[in-house]
């Protein structure tokens, strides 16, 4: 993608200094994250492999770490992202009428993007604005005491352009939902699809026989510390296994 | 009892965020006095005698918690937690945004404290704007040499690093916090080892909460015994207490431990009119709900745990007999069961299952024989996993059945009671 390499070009000192705060690199990733999301509007594929290069993780690594993030769009949102607090204190204060007022207004429901691809719209855990409620953030700028005059008048600057809260940058155009299928299951409810989610449960990634290995050869060589935490452990030896697959298949294809 | 402005004091009235109005309020004062006549075992020294604890939540004496750095030559870390999502809780959120330079001050103080010569702050990722706000102040303060290299001239190097979060509760948990900050997912983790062992990049680290490092610039300042001479017998000081609710004025107030539940909700403006009491939930989303015969008990940390309850973060969320409670379990069910990290099976099943269970009691579509599963999954779930989030759903569930069984019970389907509570049967004769 071409667009994005001159991106990624000019980004590129901004990313360094970032890293450069912290004794490790991968400390980046969330700040390195949120400075392509806020070029691009969303965080792309391209702007998650970059990351990659730049920390040295595989962009799988890389993604799992940004899946676990709502701040982080997978997928590109609208000009304007609607997030209303649905928290206890709004949520006895009126917030669910604000929120019907908005999916009314707007037509369409939690996660969703209108068809113009001005508004995204969600439903967000409290926002820590419990004394002015109903709370919202509109591209993370803070409305407080929402009431349906207040969106109104809201709604239509947006529309106008004569809103006070810059839009989301859109390098691409939205779709109806910016949640992607395991995200939608968990919106829906269906949180532990489990195996009969899978489309083939016993294929689970076919790395465990070298994985396993590769770690009982790092234990006997006491390259493996008390210390070490046993998910870090998982990254590398994982990278590893990485690595070897892919000599393999460079050696396979000369 | 009225309310005491320590760390609120000018808010609202001067603009904090202004280098030089702080400045001129005698901000950065203590830091000066610290770094060029104490050593750091006398900030910590000071710290323990405050008996100064925890703001964040779980109330850990603050000294004590740093006497557990071991005495190494491993680089060690302060880590300042404004991760703040405990559903109730705006204190940090108006800390970060009203007085950033105090925020500052107490890092620096807290960085002292531990000998670390690299702190971080954890900005909730929603606080776009405060970490604007902070970034501003920190650079003003390295500008006027208050932080980097031989501050001050004395030698002593102290770089302060800020961080923001995507949107995550659980990097509000000191080990998911950690984690976050490594670059990971925000999944907490199994302790031992403590952070004060193997915390950031698995070296030492004290992790404190926002308000709980700012009050050491008062401290400084006024002395331990200052700090010591207000509260109770065990929770002394002040604390920033987060009102929100059906009262008339919500807001921060900032009052000394000890003020009576009764006292809080007339400082926020009291009950609407014509409105009665039903409950108090005092510390933030995870706490169980205080009630009518605790109004005239002190708000401090032993009292609200003898009440079975928790302190918490200062969260004081009020409820009138307008409350629908089976909807306010729902939703605070849903709150956890939504930020589960889903490490621990009792927790993300358990979580998510009950919420399914209470989203058909607040249609109306409840099984007679669902108040006792609810009951058994809830003390199921309860400390099963690697933090306290899984355990934190039981509690406001647990006190609002038990409390108002009938509000409950009005939403049991009537088919269920017909079926002699099997819920297999009362499925299928849907």
């Known amino acids: 993608m071409p667009g994005f390499d001159a991106l990624y070009e000019r980004l590129r000192p901004e990313c360094e200094r970032l890293i450069a705060q912290y004794e490790q690199p991968r400390s980046a990733l969330l700040p390195i ?7 691009e509007g969303y965080t792309s594929r391209e702007a998650m492999r970059a990351t ?12 799992s770490t940004v899946s676990f993030y709502t701040l982080f769009f997978r997928k590109p949102v609208g000009r304007y992202v609607l997030q209303v607090c649905r928290g206890l204190s709004c949520t006895i204060n009126g917030a669910e009428e604000i929120m019907a007022y908005f999916r009314e207004k707007l037509g369409i429901g939690h996660l969703q993007t209108t068809a113009d691809g001005l508004f995204s719209y969600e439903e967000v855990e409290c926002l820590a604005a419990c004394d002015r409620p109903t709370c919202m953030q509109v591209n993370l700028e803070f409305f407080y005491d929402l009431t349906p005059a207040a969106i109104d008048e809201m709604i239509e600057a947006m529309r106008g352009g004569a809103f006070p809260v810059a839009p989301m940058a859109q390098t691409r155009a939205p779709e109806s939902t910016w949640a992607i299928a395991q995200d939608d299951q968990v919106a829906t ?12 449960p016993n294929n689970a990634g076919g790395l465990g026989d070298a994985s396993g290995v590769i770690m009982l050869d790092r234990f006997v060589n006491k390259e493996i510390a008390f210390s070490e935490r046993s998910n870090e452990r998982l990254v590398r030896d ?3 296994v990485y690595d070897v697959l892919e ?7 000369h | 009892m009225p309310v005491t402005k320590v760390l609120t004091a000018g808010i609202g009235e001067v603009d904090l965020r202004d280098f030089t109005v702080y400045r001129d309020r005698g901000g950065y004062k203590q830091w000066e006095r610290a770094v060029r006549e104490l050593q750091p075992a006398q900030v910590l020294e000071l710290a323990d005698r405050s008996g100064l604890r925890g703001r964040g939540g779980a109330g850990f004496p603050t000294g004590k918690k740093w006497s557990f750095l071991p005495n190494d030559n491993k680089p060690r870390y302060l880590v300042c937690n404004c991760d703040e999502a405990e559903p109730g809780t705006f204190k940090d959120h108006m800390l970060l945004e009203q007085t950033p330079h105090l925020v500052l001050e107490g890092i620096l103080l807290g960085a002292y404290g531990i000998a670390s010569h690299h702190a971080f702050i954890y900005i909730r990722g929603e606080f776009k704007r405060g970490f604007e706000i902070f970034s501003k102040a920190l650079d003003e303060a390295r500008a006027a040499g208050l932080l980097g290299k031989n501050i001050f001239g004395t030698g002593y190097d102290l770089e302060v690093t800020v961080h923001r979060g995507a949107g995550a509760y659980i990097c509000g948990e000191e ?3 950690l984690n976050s900050l490594e670059g990971k997912r925000g999944e907490p983790r199994l302790k031992p080892p403590f952070p004060a062992i193997a915390g950031l990049y698995g070296m030492p680290t004290v992790v404190n909460n926002v308000e709980t490092l700012a009050y050491l610039v008062p401290i400084l300042e006024k002395g331990a015994e200052w700090f010591a001479a207000v509260g109770t017998e065990r929770s002394k000081g002040y604390k920033i207490i987060s009102i929100s609710g059906h009262v008339r004025k919500p807001g921060n107030y900032e009052v000394a431990l000890g003020t009576t539940v009764r006292e809080l909700i007339e400082i926020a403006g009291g009950l609407r009119e014509g409105r009665t009491l039903k409950a108090v939930q005092p510390g933030g989303g995870s706490s169980a709900c ?7 008990w002190p708000y ?6 003898k009440a079975g309850s928790m302190l918490g973060s200062g969260a004081f969320v009020v409820f009138d007999d307008t409350t629908d409670f089976v909807k306010c379990a729902f939703n605070l069910v849903r709150f956890f069961a939504h930020e589960s990290c889903g490490q621990c099976t009792p927790c993300r099943e358990g979580g998510h299952w009950l919420e399914t269970v209470l989203h058909r009691f607040v249609e109306g579509r409840g099984l007679r024989s669902d108040l006792e599963m609810i009951r058994r999954v809830s003390s199921t779930i309860t400390g099963l996993n690697l933090c306290a989030l899984g355990d934190s759903i039981e509690p406001f569930l647990k006190s609002v059945i038990n409390r108002f069984p009938e509000q409950f019970e009005a939403r049991i389907d009537a088919r269920s009671l017909q079926q002699n509570g099997s819920p297999a049967m009362a499925a299928s004769a849907r």
């Not at chain 1, 000599?247 to 294809?253: K, L, V």
């Open chain 1, 238 to 240: 994982s990278r590893a």
């Open chain 1, 247 to 253: 000599d393999g298949e460079q050696h396979a294809g």
């Open chain 2, 290 to 296: 205080i009630f009518d015969e605790h109004l005239d």
């Open chain 1, 33 to 39: 994250v949120h400075l392509f999301q806020q070029h």
């Open chain 2, 175 to 177: 080990t998911g916090l």
């Open chain 1, 52 to 63: 990659a290069e730049m920390l040295r993780l595989t962009p799988a690594v890389v993604e």
């Open chain 1, 189 to 200: 409810g269906r949180k532990s699809p489990g195996a009969t989610g899978v489309a083939r």
């Open chain 2, 300 to 305: 401090d940390y032993e009292s609200m745990a």
